[in-house]
Protein backbone atom coordinates (compact mmCIF):
# COMPACT_ATOMS: atom_id res chain seq x y z
CA UNK A 1 0.00 0.00 0.00
CA UNK A 2 1.11 3.31 -1.15
CA UNK A 3 1.78 6.37 1.71
CA UNK A 4 0.75 9.65 1.30
CA UNK A 5 2.63 12.64 3.96
CA UNK A 6 3.08 16.41 3.53
CA UNK A 7 6.72 17.05 2.81
CA UNK A 8 7.48 20.49 3.99
CA UNK A 9 10.22 21.64 1.36
CA UNK A 10 12.13 24.81 0.22
CA UNK A 11 11.97 26.08 -3.51
CA UNK A 12 13.59 28.64 -4.77
CA UNK A 13 13.27 30.15 -8.50
CA UNK A 14 15.88 31.48 -10.57
CA UNK A 15 15.16 32.88 -13.98
CA UNK A 16 17.77 33.87 -16.38
CA UNK A 17 18.81 33.45 -19.92
CA UNK A 18 18.92 30.23 -21.62
CA UNK A 19 22.83 30.09 -22.13
CA UNK A 20 22.97 31.41 -18.28
CA UNK A 21 20.98 28.43 -17.07
CA UNK A 22 22.83 26.22 -19.42
CA UNK A 23 25.94 27.28 -17.52
CA UNK A 24 24.54 27.53 -13.75
CA UNK A 25 26.22 25.16 -11.60
CA UNK A 26 23.87 23.47 -9.03
CA UNK A 27 24.11 24.25 -5.63
CA UNK A 28 25.34 21.36 -2.87
CA UNK A 29 22.97 20.42 0.04
CA UNK A 30 20.93 17.88 -2.17
CA UNK A 31 19.04 20.66 -4.14
CA UNK A 32 17.14 19.03 -6.86
CA UNK A 33 17.36 21.44 -9.63
CA UNK A 34 15.00 21.38 -12.14
CA UNK A 35 14.41 22.98 -15.41
CA UNK A 36 11.21 24.10 -16.23
CA UNK A 37 11.14 25.76 -18.88
CA UNK A 38 14.23 27.58 -21.25
CA UNK A 39 14.46 30.27 -19.15
CA UNK A 40 13.60 29.29 -15.31
CA UNK A 41 14.65 26.84 -13.05
CA UNK A 42 13.52 25.72 -9.32
CA UNK A 43 15.71 24.47 -6.89
CA UNK A 44 13.67 22.50 -4.13
CA UNK A 45 15.63 21.67 -0.70
CA UNK A 46 15.16 21.19 2.50
CA UNK A 47 12.96 24.44 4.30
CA UNK A 48 16.07 25.27 6.38
CA UNK A 49 18.66 25.62 3.62
CA UNK A 50 16.60 27.88 1.69
CA UNK A 51 18.48 30.90 2.56
CA UNK A 52 21.86 29.57 1.60
CA UNK A 53 20.67 27.68 -1.82
CA UNK A 54 19.27 31.14 -2.64
CA UNK A 55 22.44 33.40 -1.90
CA UNK A 56 24.68 30.71 -3.58
CA UNK A 57 22.04 30.27 -6.79
CA UNK A 58 22.24 34.43 -6.77
CA UNK A 59 26.03 34.74 -6.68
CA UNK A 60 26.11 31.85 -9.43
CA UNK A 61 23.76 33.05 -11.91
CA UNK A 62 24.20 37.00 -11.90
CA UNK A 63 28.20 36.45 -12.59
CA UNK A 64 26.76 34.75 -15.77
CA UNK A 65 23.32 37.10 -16.18
CA UNK A 66 23.55 40.29 -14.72
CA UNK A 67 19.73 40.77 -15.42
CA UNK A 68 18.84 36.95 -13.16
CA UNK A 69 16.44 37.17 -10.76
CA UNK A 70 16.90 35.04 -7.90
CA UNK A 71 13.20 34.32 -5.64
CA UNK A 72 12.70 32.04 -2.37
CA UNK A 73 8.69 31.14 -3.84
CA UNK A 74 8.14 28.16 -1.11
CA UNK A 75 5.23 29.90 0.61
CA UNK A 76 3.76 28.90 -2.61
CA UNK A 77 4.45 25.62 -3.37
CA UNK A 78 3.10 22.48 -1.59
CA UNK A 79 5.12 18.89 -1.74
CA UNK A 80 2.94 15.67 -0.95
CA UNK A 81 5.06 12.56 -0.92
CA UNK A 82 3.92 9.25 -2.03
CA UNK A 83 6.07 6.17 -1.06
CA UNK A 84 5.77 3.00 -0.59
CA UNK A 85 5.85 -0.42 -2.65
CA UNK A 86 2.79 0.24 -4.88
CA UNK A 87 3.79 4.28 -5.41
CA UNK A 88 3.75 3.68 -8.99
CA UNK A 89 0.42 2.07 -8.83
CA UNK A 90 -1.07 4.88 -6.70
CA UNK A 91 0.71 7.66 -9.13
CA UNK A 92 -0.96 5.95 -12.07
CA UNK A 93 -4.61 6.99 -10.47
CA UNK A 94 -3.48 10.47 -10.34
CA UNK A 95 -2.14 11.30 -13.61
CA UNK A 96 -1.44 9.73 -17.27
CA UNK A 97 1.98 10.97 -16.71
CA UNK A 98 4.91 8.69 -17.34
CA UNK A 99 6.76 8.48 -14.19
CA UNK A 100 9.98 10.01 -14.33
CA UNK A 101 12.87 7.68 -13.72
CA UNK A 102 15.63 7.52 -11.23
CA UNK A 103 16.36 11.21 -10.47
CA UNK A 104 14.14 12.71 -12.43
CA UNK A 105 11.03 14.98 -13.11
CA UNK A 106 7.99 15.18 -15.22
CA UNK A 107 5.41 18.27 -15.35
CA UNK A 108 1.91 18.19 -16.18
CA UNK A 109 -1.38 16.85 -15.11
CA UNK A 110 -2.15 15.18 -11.49
CA UNK A 111 -5.34 15.04 -10.55
CA UNK A 112 -6.61 17.61 -12.94
CA UNK A 113 -3.48 20.16 -11.47
CA UNK A 114 -0.56 21.15 -12.91
CA UNK A 115 2.08 19.53 -10.67
CA UNK A 116 5.48 18.78 -10.90
CA UNK A 117 6.31 14.72 -9.95
CA UNK A 118 10.32 14.36 -8.84
CA UNK A 119 11.42 10.69 -8.39
CA UNK A 120 12.97 9.73 -5.25
CA UNK A 121 14.38 6.60 -3.69
CA UNK A 122 11.20 5.44 -2.31
CA UNK A 123 8.61 6.77 -4.45
CA UNK A 124 7.41 10.72 -5.73
CA UNK A 125 7.57 13.77 -4.28
CA UNK A 126 4.24 16.02 -5.65
CA UNK A 127 4.48 19.66 -6.28
CA UNK A 128 1.63 21.87 -6.94
CA UNK A 129 0.72 25.78 -6.38
CA UNK A 130 0.05 25.96 -2.40
CA UNK A 131 -3.78 26.55 -3.04
CA UNK A 132 -4.22 23.34 -4.55
CA UNK A 133 -2.29 21.51 -1.73
CA UNK A 134 -5.22 20.48 0.24
CA UNK A 135 -7.33 18.99 -2.99
CA UNK A 136 -3.75 16.63 -4.02
CA UNK A 137 -4.15 15.35 -0.88
CA UNK A 138 -7.75 14.22 -0.35
CA UNK A 139 -7.20 12.95 -3.98
CA UNK A 140 -3.79 11.22 -3.55
CA UNK A 141 -5.96 9.67 -0.24
CA UNK A 142 -9.60 9.23 -1.51
CA UNK A 143 -8.55 7.85 -5.33
CA UNK A 144 -5.19 5.65 -4.70
CA UNK A 145 -6.22 3.96 -1.26
CA UNK A 146 -3.04 5.59 0.02
CA UNK A 147 -2.48 5.76 3.88
CA UNK A 148 -2.37 9.07 5.47
CA UNK A 149 0.95 9.26 7.33
CA UNK A 150 1.78 12.36 9.82
CA UNK A 151 -0.87 15.43 10.13
Not at 58 to 65: G, M
Not at 68 to 97: E, I, K, M, N, Q
Not at 125 to 145: I, K, N, Q
Request: with cysteine.
Amino acid sequence: MAEAQNRPLGVVVCSASPQALDRLIAPGHGTRMLRVAPDETMAVVAPALVDDVRRELHDRITALDEDALVLDVSDGWFGLALTGADADRALSYLSALEPPQADGFVQGDVARVAAKILREPDGFLLLVPAYWGEYLRLRALEDTGAQAVGP
